[in-house]
């Protein structure tokens, strides 16, 4: 307690004394200052000022410090004139726990507040895209086509450049190629340029559209979900206000630039062209005057984005992690996630195949969240009203949650995907750390059925931190399980605490905080260094940018509870 609570707490104290009446010249001088009169006399009768609340309601309109008071008051009271025990001690207990909540509402108070300066601190530097914006590229014959890079169930993905387009920062690649195939373009106009060189920044994504019809707006209205993570600029101003009646409703959800969430900067219609291998690959999908047994339409939706050197999945087929790598990678889709969860919006098919990595300038994988084609950014929040089996519960029905795999339609039955794509996040931790997903395969775990005790353990050489998060992120039940912002703060906490994990106590924060200014000034001290781009600094950026007091301590009491079971299963051999 702090000398400026133990003087007032003192004052408090001594004025009930005085109130006992035990010093009846004092008794009567308190009484003449607060204007109330001697009975000396027979009692008068006087109009008392109304309240607003009635009179059982009084302790409501008193502060905890002020009932506190009251109660030790009463508790010297009966001590003085004889109550009985039991009515002494429980008004002196009552009065004393009170000031204790006191001291811990403002011990929470000033936390609270420590941790809002450090987040508008770091808040108010937002994340930038490396690579300058620019105002052309609304057009499919604006851009350079390569070779097929990708494809899914429902497009395909190309590499692409465009002259028009700057480079972005720390990026080489030489424009003579492009220069010349843009001369050729003015020769002759109206062709589709393609290239075989390697200098593709940009990876454009050729929807199928197989049921939309040829309509700009109808094609943008359903797909519509695609837009999700579209840059302000993607569309042009005159199709900006068609994506507004998506499926999103009368104002559509877009998502702000985060470094662990992929960036749609173009974003438009066009006729469907023979790109290479489409007669190979998807000739079903083509239209009519492409192929004449294809099933698609004419036109479709363009989306130019950033080229990724390949999915995790890739690399994690030729590369083998190290400790750290992966333990900043599984944080990474944890931040991810999290910035998705803070603006309502549920991915429904996280897996590795939809996550794009690149390395940054210390070598460590960075990865993105792309393929939003089954999220959900609706304002029904992270709740899915599921009264049919008609509705889309999300793709991947592997890596799908608990909750989700096992909900039963029904009237006025929802599903929660607030909790949904940190589970999956918990199964694609499997394959960072080497071991084969465990809910693929046929003699693979079903997310329908499974228990925890069947879960594989990670190898010994995964943290025990890190291994606690995991284990939490795949409970069945999703009211026992960590969101994606506590179980983000309990890596932070254990890569970069690991001196305050030792002495970190349940009921008091101060070390914690402690630890959370010299990690704020570190960061702070750092941010021009050569190193402000790298995976490490943007995480603990984002860390700080996001604090949250309950978030910390919900984290330390996951990690207390994960050092108390480790403790008992050590005991035990």
């Known amino acids: ?277 489409a007669q190979e690959e998807y000739p079903d999908v083509l239209p009519p005057r492409l192929n004449p047994m294809g099933l698609g339409s004419n036109r479709t939706l363009f989306l130019v984005m950033k080229n990724y050197p390949c999915t995790l999945r890739q690399h994690l087929e030729v590369c083998v992690p190290t400790r750290m790598q992966a333990s900043l990678m599984l944080l990474q889709l944890l931040e991810g996630v999290d910035h998705l969860c803070r603006q309502g919006i549920a991915h429904r098919d996280l897996k590795s195949d939809n996550i794009l990595l690149e390395f940054d300038c210390t070598g460590c994988p960075r990865l993105v969240i792309t393929d939003f084609g089954c999220c959900l950014a609706e304002d029904f929040g992270h709740k899915l009203p599921f009264n049919s089996r008609h509705v889309n519960r999300g793709g991947n029905g592997c890596l799908m949650a608990p909750e989700v795999a096992t909900a039963v339609p029904g009237p006025g039955i929802t599903i929660d995907y607030s909790k949904a794509d940190a589970w999956a996040v918990g199964t694609i931790a499997y394959e960072l750390f080497g071991q084969p997903n465990p809910f693929y395969g046929t003699q693979g775990l079903e997310s329908r059925s499974y228990q925890e005790r069947h879960l594989p353990p990670l190898p010994a050489t995964v943290p025990a931190d890190v291994q606690l998060v995991v284990k939490l992120l795949l409970r069945r039940n999703n009211q026992k399980r960590p969101s994606a912002r506590v179980a983000a703060n309990m890596l932070h906490i254990s890569l970069w605490g690991q001196r305050v994990l030792a002495s970190l106590d349940r009921a008091r924060m101060d070390k914690l905080l402690d630890w959370l200014l010299c990690q704020s000034a570190v960061v702070l001290l750092n941010v021009r260094g050569p190193s402000r781009s790298s995976v490490q600094a943007q995480l603990q950026r984002s860390f700080l940018s996001n604090i949250d007091l309950e978030d910390l301590r919900a984290a330390v009491r996951f990690i207390m509870y994960g050092q108390e079971h480790w403790q008992s299963v050590n005991a035990l051999y």
């Not at 004139?81 to 009065?95: E, Y």
């Not at 403002?106 to 987040?119: P, V």
């Open 1 to 277: 307690m702090s000398v400026k609570h133990a003087l007032s707490r003192g004052l408090e104290l001594g004025r009930s004394v005085f109130q006992l009446g035990l010093f009846k010249p004092a008794a009567r001088v308190a009484a003449k200052f607060r204007g109330e009169r001697l009975r000396l006399s027979p009692p008068t009768r006087t109009v008392q000022p109304q309240c607003f609340l009635p009179a059982r309601y009084r302790f409501y309109r008193l502060s905890v410090s002020g009932l506190a008071a009251r109660l030790q008051s009463g508790g010297f009271r009966r001590l003085v004139g004889g109550g009985s025990p039991r009515n002494r001690t429980v008004f002196l207990a009552f009065g004393v726990g009170l000031g204790l909540i006191e001291q811990q509402l403002e011990e929470d108070k000033r936390s609270a507040a420590l941790c809002q300066e450090i987040q508008t601190v770091f808040r108010k530097k937002k994340f930038q895209s490396p690579r300058k914006p620019f105002t052309s590229g609304y057009r499919l014959e604006d851009y350079v086509i390569g070779k097929q890079i990708g494809k899914g169930c429902n497009a395909a993905v190309y590499e692409a450049a465009a002259p028009f387009a700057p480079p972005a920062e720390n990026e080489k690649f030489s424009l003579d190629q492009l220069d010349q195939n843009d001369t050729e373009e003015k020769k002759n106009p109206g062709t589709l340029r393609f290239s075989t060189t390697s200098s593709f920044p940009f990876a454009m994504k050729m929807m199928w559209n197989i049921g939309a019809g040829s309509s700009s707006d109808a094609i943008l209205r359903s797909m519509s979900m695609e837009l999700v993570p579209s840059c302000p600029q993607a569309l042009p101003k005159e199709q900006g206000v068609i994506a507004l009646d998506g499926h999103f409703g009368p104002v559509p959800k877009r998502l702000t630039a985060h470094p662990n969430v992929i960036t749609v900067y173009r974003a438009f219609t066009a006729d469907v062209p023979l790109l290479p291998g």
